[in-house]
Every structure is written in structure tokens, then in C-alpha cells.
DNA sequence: GTGAAAGCGCTAACAA
DNA sequence: TTGTTAGCGCTTTCAC
């Protein structure tokens, strides 16, 4: 078995709550003894083992990621902004994809739940009671979506519409196409919502071409659509969606951003490294992981007779900081329409 | 605090032991017994607290995977048939990326060592002596590189590379590059040594252009030389340095595949999004994930006594296990020339 | 400043 | 078949 904290304290020739006390509360044990034990441990190669610690102090030292589907690019920047902030915390990060299954989803925070510090639950699916139910089960944090006193980390998806109905209503498109994502994805409904305002606001016409998967190949399905329409410009759901939509248009010999212009959302790594790059709204993944991890660990150390205030709080809070560094269009110059020929 | 064994004990009018037992040795306890306690339980929503468990059994339940970049759109694949595999077996997985850095690595083995039952380990770049330091920490299984009596899960880079020569070979190539990627990477050292095999029979010239990070922007940096070396055909360390690569050809205004033909490795999502696909050798990357946790699972079950021995078998069933499925060429049907102009 | 003792939630002998 | 006891590795009173 491993070296034990019992070990490090009889090579130490003290008791084990000094070595305890020497490798958590250094100033809570005489600088001389400190010293020996810490050089003892380091000798012995001794890691505290967090599970054990978890028992007594009822943390664990690890934090719960909860996403729909890895290889969407969209997340592992998210991830990695996560890992970034956790690591840096001292936390580890369990990370479990659902495959695109809410269901699972929910049995998944109760998996993780004893386990963990806390969750960061991206779920865009999940419906409203089954969030609230995860968020009883352990201390939770929103990715990319809302709910009523669940504290949040999301984008502002309304202005971030606006901006790109405004760029396309600048290049004079009066008549501009939607390819939804799922009906049930929030990211989904606020997209609309958004872009419903903007477009009347802008004296656009908005057509909504139906629900799509979240994938390339959705964007694909949404082509003849799209064609059929008649629009000039087409805002993708996602960039995925988006570049399957380019290849769906080019398939049926559309020139792209020649009789049509294609829009997506995400700015996932694969946007810039098509030519010309895909037109795209920017959504500060990494910031968000980071973002949600600062929440959830400040609900963790806040008073814990406070902490419904903190919740309330924290939401406020968030709203303000992810709303600050806005979407923004990519600025890959190239040319008039920056809206790729793929 | 959550419910616990004793409450559910308590409610049902029996031990915690026999709930214990009622909940995972079922068999041992009587029927009636059981079922009240079952019902209990479901009524109070317990859920046994895996760490407080792994303290008394020595097993955690949870599995540490640890990886140089999620963001590379090779491993969302394995990781998921990683975690399908772990789910199905009732293991939570704990992801964690290492950001490339290998000195990194040997750091998360240590944190995690004591949180889960094993490791799987996908450090390209750590030394053999690292390697075999991680696995005295934990059981461990290596993926996509070998170390003497560590078991490991790997592709068939030579068998891969001959493929990719004996295609090119056949389309007329008498002189082919090779973008290499990092140095110190098994997975490139291993692919050298079969183009050099490979095309030494073929009677190919080799032209090796130098080491590159395994990046996008890589291929990017890489096409100068694959100009200036005049070959007709470039192999490149992976997908996304072919796709870089490409990019940069199209840049220098070299016509691919017209002037030049490019051949990627590893089949990650994006070689297919673009048009037409990217001539790529195809890892099956999710079986490396499933068998990885078959392998691992495996060990852990093994009588202790026996484990050494174990090691090296599986080590030599694993050998033979990923070469099977080969790798193969994709097959998206583009004409004479697979070769994308993108 | 330090040690002894109790306990976190659970399982695994050992008795009964 | 079931309950009692001890203990996993650690922290945390409570004495000294």
C-alpha cells in the first residue's frame, strides 16, 4: 500500500494529527517540527489521499463537468478553461459527456454528486425540474443556460444576434434565413428570440427553416431548404451546423458568398481554417469555463449559512461579467463578404 | 447532510451492515430482508458514497485518463469510447488534459493515483523512465505508444505507413515528403520508421522535411519546405498539419492535388467537413478507448498474485488486439486523385 | 505546540 | 441470515 500519513509520522517521531496539522495549517505547529515533517514526507514520497480527507471534512477537493458531447469543438475549450482555473484552485476535474442524452445527464450528477465539490452542468436539454432537482443533489453552476435560482455562466445570446442581423443588414440583405438547432436547446430559443427582435428592429425579414441536429450533418440536411427559401443569408445555429450547410450549398452549386451568405455562431477552432474563414460570432468559451469555476468555487467557500444569498447573488453577478466581453465578429479580413466560398 | 447507510439501516430496522450487503451482496441476505431494505432505500434516495467506500474496499470506481490536448479532435473519439466503456462497467472517468506539457503529466498521475483504480495514459512525449515511474503509482495502460512491461493499447504505425506508400506508389509518386511532428513524440518516431521501411521497398525516395508541432498552424509552417523540396507527394504527421499544410500550399498557390498530393493520418471529423475529404489513414480511434478500459479493467480484476505475469499477457493480447482492425485508407469516393483541393 | 480519541461512510471479518 | 466490531486515511475537537 501507499505511504500513509501514519508512516510520515513515526519516521517523524510524531503523531499523526501533527503531520496533519504541519502539511495544512503550517502555523499551527512549531517551525522546527514543521520542517522535519515536511522534509520526511517529501523523503517518503506521501500525497494525502483527498478521498480519505473528503470523508472528514466533507470536501473532496474535486469538481464535476457535465457536457452533452465532447467532440463538438465548442467544449474542449470550455474544458480547458475549466482544468485552467480548477487546477490552479487545487481542484481536479471529472469531466462526463452524455452523449447528447439529458436523461442520462441527470443520473450523472447524482453519480458524481458524492464525489465532488461541486457541478458545472452544461446542459443545454435537461429540462427545468430536472435542473432544479441536480441542483439539490450537490452545489451547481450553469453553462450556457438559465434557471431561477441557479446560479450562471452564459453569453449574452441577444445582443450577440443583434450584431450579426445588423452586419448582414448592413451588406443589404433585407430577407435572412434561420437554421434552428433542437426545439428543446435553450441556447436554441434564445437565438431565436434574438433574432426575431433584431430583425424587426432592422426591418429584416426573418424565415425560420425549421429544427436541425447540432451537427454537420444537420447543417447539411438544411441546404435545399435554405435554397428553396429564397433568402440571401443564412445564420447557422452553430458552426457546425453552418459548415454543413456551405457544403449542403456547394453540393446543389450555390455560390457561397456569392448568391448567398452564410453565417454561423461559435467561432470554433475549424471556422478560421477554412478558405476563406467562416463569418462567425465569437463566444469566449475558455472565459465562460474559467468564468464558472470562479462562481462555483466562491458558492463553495461562502458562509454556508449564507448561501442562498449567494446564489441570488452570484447569478447577478454573472450576468454582468459574461455580458462584458460581448460576442463579437471575427475580423479575418477577406474582402467585402467575409462569408466563405469553402 | 445526504442520507447514509445508517439511515437507511435505521428506517428499515436493520444493521448497516445488512443494508451493505442487501445493496451489493444481495444473495447473502434474506429475500424479505432485502426487499424492504431495497425499498428503503429507493424511498430515502440513498446513494452510497463511492469514496467512503474505495476507503474500506481499496477500490475507487473511478478511472483517471490523462491526455496532451483535448482540443485535438483526435481524442474526443477515444474519450468517449473510453467513457462508454467505463460507464457500462459502473466507472466514472476523470479526465484530465495536460496541455502538452509532459512534466505536467507525472504531476496528475501522482494527484490521481489515489483517487482512482487505474490510469490510462496518453503522454506521447514522457520518457520511458517517467513512464514506468506513473506506473508504480497505479495500474496503468499506455495508449498510442509502447514501454517495456507496461500494457498498452497502440495502432499499427508501420503496417499504416506502408499502406500510405504502396497508395502513393501506386498513383506514380516517386519522391514523397514527410512533415514530421514533435521530436520526442513515440507516435512520430514510429511513423518515420515506417515510411523509411516502406519506402525503401517501394522504391520511393523519402524526403524528410523536418519536425513540426502537431498543430494546424504546423502544417501551415511546413509548406515552404514541401515547396522547395520539390516532391509530388507530402505525408503529414496527422490530420491537422495536413489540413495546415494544404492551407498553406493553397497560400503559396500550389495546386493540391494537381502539383502536389497530400495524405493526412488519423481520420479526425474535420477531413471529411472538407471538400473534397482530406486522403487520410483512418485510427480507430473509439475501439482504442473501449479496449484501453478492457485492458485496464482487466488487470484490476486480476488476482494480485498473478498481476505481474497478467501485465505481460495483456500486453501481448493487446498487440495483436488493435492490429487487427487495421488501419485503412478512407474511402469517400473523389475521383482519380482523393487528394483535397479544399 | 502536541497527542489521544473520536468520527466521516462504508465494508469486511468475526460472532452469534 | 444478521449484528457487532474494527478499520480504511484523514481531520478535528479536546486535553495536556
Known sequence: ???TIRD???AAGVSASTVSRALSIPD???????RRVTRVAEHLGYRPNRAARGLSTGRTGNLGLILPDLANPFFPSVVKGIQLAAHQADYQVFVADSDEDASTELGLVRVLAKQVDGIILCSPRMKPAELREAATLAPVVLVNRKERSIP???VDNVGGMRQIIEHLSAQGHRSVGYVGGPRSSWSNRERVRGLRVAANQNGVELVELGHFAPTFDGG????EGAVISGVSAVVAYNDLVALGLLNGLRDRGVDVPGEMSVVGIDNIPMSAMVQPSLTTLDIPKDLAGRTSVDLLLRLLTEESAHV?????????????HTTAPAPTT????????RTPRL
Chains 1, 2 share one sequence.
Open 1 to 3: 500500500m501507499a505511504v
Open 8 to 10: 510520515v509520522a513515526k
Open 28 to 34: 499551527m505547529v512549531d517551525p522546527e517540527t514543521r
Open 152 to 154: 450562471s455562466v452564459s
Open 220 to 223: 447539411t440536411d438544411a441546404a
Open 308 to 320: 442562498a444569498r449567494a446564489r441570488e447573488l452570484a447569478t447577478e453577478l454573472l450576468a454582468r
Open 330 to 337: 471575427s475580423t479575418r479580413p477577406t474582402g467585402r463578404s
